[in-house]
């Protein structure tokens, strides 16, 4: 299989060679510097229209079609405008001259656009998102995204059912949690701008909802870097450093992000069960303290060389380590009381490369070595005078390699083709083994291999047209190989954008995405959290499908108005169960018959002058789940729920920022537990000073300890409550910016004796 990947590559790379079309070129000014929004219009030389395009921030553009002689018409409005004909694939360097205005007693403002719809994309300057002015770092700059919202632990978006978050759109198999640290420890400054695509185009190699983060690409002299400081809060004391540095010239570029740091936090859960038991109800009160303790380490360096302005090579590595995790579980009530250690020693590293070509090649791949090794040691005494107690050892190693190839053509009158294909190969071994168990304990002794392969083929076509319309259409047949499990699947992706006028677009998008359980969710395995409390694996669990049809509405290029319907087939999660055998909680993931979201989302920014900027997301959808096949209780239900958020940013002063920031949540629904209504008010103050070198971040996240909702189950004589404490956090971040800009000196020409 392999081979003929490699073959599929070496064939993409020729036909890309000998097809490529395209003019392109790189503007600037007077003092050598690139002009961003130049609009540049090809045409042939009687003057008959062939395609018009905008240069990027650094100046370069990129224009389909080349005929034997064209005419370039180069507009800015702070420029004079420019005619150049030429037969030539690259025009080069077009020198723009400034153009002056004179105007009497006319003040002229204007607001840079909020958002900009780009080929079925959302593209946002993070630095204009409300609130962002006291944010440290580009993850926390995501979350101010429109319509994302962190959860649990993951960011979502509005209307649908999973978020990818990649970077330079190119996959790689770093999972979320990974890409997250590595966007926490990467300043703001480096991002270009974040694409939300809620159905992602296949030479990406995800599917469903996406956010590509796009990062600065330098093309002169720079060094600078950043080293920041954390204390947080959240019961215990936590806190530690992070540095990140960044040196390029026009050729190349090297970057280098570690940090460390010490977390202690502490959660609180109490649990009142009404068991029924052989037609007898057992009250089962307990309360829960779970503390976790631990250093984190993560690397992230990455070297870039240009090879033109279109083609360039990438190599990074990344790596995290926790060596010497200890998590604790106290448990007291009128069931039981025990006590839980777990120590675990995890590391994990990542080597990407990737090239780019200046003819639409793109290939790459990358390899993820992770593992884990866990002991655990459990002692629960009951209130009838029994105890169990074991001690169990337990691992796993994955191996994940991946590599894949995209080639995309520009055709005549604004057409587009591409095509492509990845491989995935994940390698997985498990194991779990018990010893020492004394008492009436469940335990399951495992050992496990699995091997995964997905290879992935796409074809797709797309337009631009003059009117200011665009669409693009794929399929992307895959298959997918675990175990003796074997599926052939087409996942079709579709997306349409259309412009009026810059004041009013409208974007259509269909996506069908697949996710894919953790390797460990589909082990056999049994994992006791306490003495009442189990996590039970399940084998054979399948993947889900999930079909979504979002649409949106964009006045003004800032106000949002979306509709969206979402429908998961296999949809699994994690649930509990009072087992109706012994009296033990089973939390387990299973299949249901399908999850169904439809909805609408209304996106309203507003200021106020230039103290107060702020946005207000609105959210309401209909939720209906079905799952004919959980345990004994099989359920269909459906519930209304409304989402709120408002994000107020306060300028003080000129270097002195204020964020007020409170959502609310209605109850809803997860299979057979009803999720109350929850609230969540954060504030935070940032302080800039020493020309922004330096600035200083004060925050509380949930001030009212109220953003972890209760949870109840009321269903066929199931009888749970479930009360989440103690995520109030409080945090102090520090940061000192160094570097920046050095334009490279160069011995000038004396040219003062020449001339008439």
């Avoid at 302005?309 to 926790?322: C, R």
Wanted: proline letters at 3%; glycine letters at 6%; a positive charge.
């Amino acid at each position: 299989m392999i081979k003929k990947i490699m073959i599929l590559i070496l064939f993409l790379g020729n036909i890309g060679i000998s097809q490529a079309q395209t003019i392109t070129g790189k503007i600037i000014n007077n003092e050598r510097q690139p002009i961003e929004g130049a609009t540049i219009v090809m045409q042939t030389l009687d003057s008959t229209f062939i395609d018009v395009t905008i240069s990027d921030t650094n100046g370069v553009f990129v224009l389909n079609g080349q005929p034997n002689e064209y005419r370039l018409l180069v507009q800015h409005i702070l420029f004079q405008t420019q005619y150049i004909t030429d037969n030539k694939k690259d025009v080069g360097i077009i020198w723009l001259v400034s153009q002056d205005y004179a105007l009497d007693e006319v003040v002229v403002k204007a607001e840079r656009p909020y958002v900009k719809a780009e080929n079925g994309r959302l593209a946002y300057n993070l630095s204009l998102l409300p609130g962002n002015k006291t944010t440290n770092n580009a993850y926390e700059a995501i979350t101010k995204l429109p319509g994302v919202q962190p959860s649990r632990g993951t960011l979502t978006l509005a209307g649908t059912e999973r978020l990818t978050i990649i970077l330079n759109g190119k996959p790689t198999t770093m999972d979320a949690g990974q890409i997250e640290n590595l966007l926490r420890n990467m300043p703001i400054d480096r991002v270009e701008k974040a694409e939300v695509m809620y159905s992602a185009p296949p030479e990406y190699h995800v599917k469903g909802a996406v956010i590509n983060v796009v990062l600065k690409h330098p093309d002169d002299y720079a060094f600078q870097g950043e080293i920041n400081a954390d204390y947080n809060n959240q019961y215990f004391n936590s806190g530690g450093m992070n540095a990140n540095f960044h040196r390029s010239t026009p050729k190349n570029s090297w970057d280098v992000i570690y940090s460390a740091y010490n977390i202690h936090n502490m959660e609180y859960m109490n649990l009142y069960s009404r068991h029924s038991l052989a037609e007898q109800v057992y009250p089962i009160e307990q309360n829960e303290q779970l503390r976790s303790k631990y250093w984190k380490h993560s690397l992230q360096t990455s070297f870039a060389y240009n090879f033109s302005d279109k083609s360039h090579i990438n190599i990074s590595y990344t790596g995290d380590y926790t060596p010497n995790q200890h998590n604790n579980s106290q448990t007291i009530g009128n069931f039981q009381a025990g006590n839980v250690d777990k120590y675990v020693d995890s590391r994990m590293h990542n080597v990407t490369l990737q090239y780019q070509s200046a003819f639409g090649l793109n290939i790459g791949g990358d390899y993820t070595y992770y593992r884990s090794d866990n002991n655990q040691y459990l002692h629960t005494f009951f209130q009838s005078g029994e105890q169990s107690s074991f001690d169990m050892v337990s691992g796993q190693k994955i191996n994940r390699y991946s590599i894949y190839a995209d080639q995309k053509h520009s055709l005549a009158k604004g057409w587009n083709l591409g095509f492509g294909a990845s491989f995935r190969l994940a390698k997985d071994y498990d194991y779990q083994t018990y010893n020492h168990v004394t008492g009436d304990i469940s335990t399951r002794n495992l050992q496990s291999d699995l091997a995964e392969q997905t290879t992935n083929f796409y074809l797709s076509i797309g337009k631009n047209t003059q009117t200011g319309a665009s669409f693009s259409l794929s399929a992307t047949g895959e298959y997918y190989t675990i175990g003796n499990y074997r599926k052939w699947a087409v996942y079709p992706q579709a997306s349409i954008t259309y412009s009026l006028n810059p004041k009013h677009t409208f974007q259509l998008s269909l996506s069908t995405d697949k996710t894919y359980p953790s390797y460990w969710a589909m082990q056999s395995s049994v994992n006791h959290l306490n003495g009442y409390t189990e996590l039970h694996g399940t084998s054979g669990l399948k993947p889900m499908t999930t079909y979504s049809l979002n649409g949106n509405y964009i006045l003004r290029q800032k106000y949002i108005f979306g509709l969206f319907f979402l429908h998961s087939t296999d949809y699994f999660v994690q649930t509990a169960y009072q087992s109706t055998e012994r009296l033990a909680l089973i939390y387990k993931y299973t299949n249901w018959n399908y999850m169904q979201l439809a909805g609408a989302n209304i996106i309203l920014p507003f200021k106020a002058g230039n103290w107060l900027d702020s946005r207000l997301t609105l959210t309401g959808m209909q939720i209906r789940q079905r799952c004919d096949n959980f345990f004994d209780i099989p359920f269909n239900r459906k519930q209304w729920m409304f989402n709120a958020m408002l994000d107020n940013a306060f300028k003080i002063k000129q270097n002195l920022f204020f964020e007020l920031m409170g959502s609310i949540q209605t109850p809803t629904i997860q299979g057979t537990f009803d999720i109350e209504t929850c609230y969540n008010l954060t504030v935070g103050i940032k302080w800039n000073i020493a020309k922004d070198k330096i600035s200083l971040s004060v925050r509380c996240n949930d001030i009212f300890n109220t953003g972890n909702p209760n949870l109840k189950v009321r269903f066929k004589g199931q009888y749970l409550d479930m009360d989440n404490y103690y995520s109030r956090a409080f945090n102090i971040h520090f940061t000192y910016r160094f570097g920046g800009y050095k334009k490279k000196q160069t011995k000038g020409v004396d040219t003062s004796r020449f001339g008439h």
